[in-house]
C-alpha cells in the first residue's frame, strides 16, 4: 500500500528557512496533484499548498508568499520550500494527494519555530 514519506523538518529559529521533501513509500504510475498540509496538536489537517502535475500551484492566503511548492524529477516527489519562518507555523507537516487519500498518510515531519 503506498503512502508518502516526508522528511526535513526540524528546528528552526523564527525568520529561518527549511526545505521539506516527500516521495512515495514504492513507485507509482499515476501522476497525481499533490499537496502539503499541516496540523498542530488539537487541530484539524489544513492545506499549505498543492501542485498539479503540470505545475500550476495554490497556496493558503495565511502564507503570504512565504513557502514555495515544487515537484521533482520522479513521480510524485515533492518539496516544500519554507522561508521567513514564524512560531505559528509550528506544525507536524504532511504529503499526500490532492485531495487526501486516508490509507496514504504517513507519519509527517515535525516543524519547530522557536528562539
Known amino acids: 500500500q503506498v503512502q508518502f514519506v516526508e522528511s526535513g523538518g526540524g528546528l528552526v529559529q523564527p525568520g529561518g528557512s527549511l526545505r521539506l521533501a516527500c516521495a512515495p513509500s514504492?513507485?507509482?504510475?499515476?501522476?497525481?496533484?499533490m499537496a502539503w498540509y499541516r496540523q498542530t496538536s488539537g487541530s484539524q489537517r489544513d492545506l499549505v499548498a498543492q501542485i498539479s502535475p503540470g505545475g500550476s500551484t495554490y497556496y493558503a492566503p495565511f502564507l503570504e508568499g512565504r513557502f514555495t511548492i515544487s515537484r521533482g524529477s520522479t513521480k510524485n516527489t515533492v518539496y516544500l520550500r519554507m522561508d521567513r519562518l514564524k512560531p505559528e507555523d509550528t506544525a507536524v507537516y504532511y504529503c499526500?494527494?490532492?485531495?487526501?487519500?486516508?490509507?496514504?498518510w504517513g507519519q509527517g515531519t515535525q516543524v519547530t519555530v522557536s528562539s
Open positions: 514504492e513507485s507509482v504510475f499515476d501522476d497525481y496533484k
Open positions: 499526500n494527494k490532492f485531495p487526501p487519500r486516508d490509507s496514504m
